[in-house]
């Protein structure tokens, strides 16, 4: 078991290790390790590794080798995949938004769980449970920095990480915010360039985002 609380200073303690979670969606489980290795490496220890594929729980167990990196699971739909990523090793979960039944499955499973929220009313709900620590998604889509900065004033006490959008471009706008801790994004891992093993590159790419500053 874990309380919300736990889960949200868990949370902020892997946020505040880089100003970016990488959020990869991965098709081949060899690309795994060497893709964690290389953004590890580059100074971005929190990957967030994505259900959508049907490799995922299988690159999740390869990245779990990897010292020095935390691997978590995100698009957390139901408790199987809840039960399913913790199987595999995922040291976190994160979920698009947030639901009664995924919000019990990972406090049951002591699963720290960032769960997703894109208005005042579905922060104050987390709020309410004792997760002070949130994923705000999709961010540009809802407003972007603007919007989560708007959000913030009323509710001060939670801290976010937006994810949806956000890339090398915008990301300082994010990481500007008082109520922002870190944002998930995947430009630093690119489909062409896992494709080509390119590791150097994606390394460089992760070194770049390492050194964002945040607030």
Do not use: H
């Not at 049907?54 to 010292?67: P, T, Y």
């Not at 809840?82 to 995924?102: E, K, L, N, R, W």
């Not at 049951?108 to 309410?128: C, D, I, K, N, Y």
């Amino acid at each position: 078991m874990i309380t919300p609380q736990e889960a949200s200073k868990r949370n902020e303690e892997l946020c505040r290790l880089a100003p970016i979670i990488p959020v990869l969606v991965v098709e081949d489980a060899s690309k795994a390790r060497p893709l964690a290795e290389a953004l590890v490496a580059g100074g971005l220890p929190v990957l967030e590794v994505t259900l959508r594929t049907d490799a995922a729980l299988d690159v999740i167990r390869e990245m779990a080798k990897v010292e020095g990196g935390r691997v978590g699971a995100g698009t957390l739909l139901t408790k199987a995949d809840v039960d399913a990523a913790v199987a595999a090793g995922a040291t976190f979960g994160v979920s698009p938004g947030a639901t009664d039944a995924i919000l019990t499955a990972c406090e049951e499973a002591g699963l720290p769980l960032l769960p997703g929220a894109a208005t005042s009313s579905e922060v104050m709900r987390l709020l309410e449970r004792g997760y002070t620590v949130q994923k705000f998604f999709p961010a540009e889509a809802n407003g972007g920095a603007p919007a989560l900065k708007a959000i913030g004033a009323p509710l001060p006490q939670v801290k976010f990480c937006p994810t949806g959008g956000v890339s090398l471009k915008n990301a300082n706008d994010y990481l500007s915010l008082s109520n922002t801790l870190c944002a998930g994004g995947s430009w630093v891992a690119p489909a062409n360039l896992v494709a080509a093993g390119d590791w150097k590159a994606i390394e460089e790419l992760a070194r770049e985002a390492a050194s964002l500053p945040v607030s």
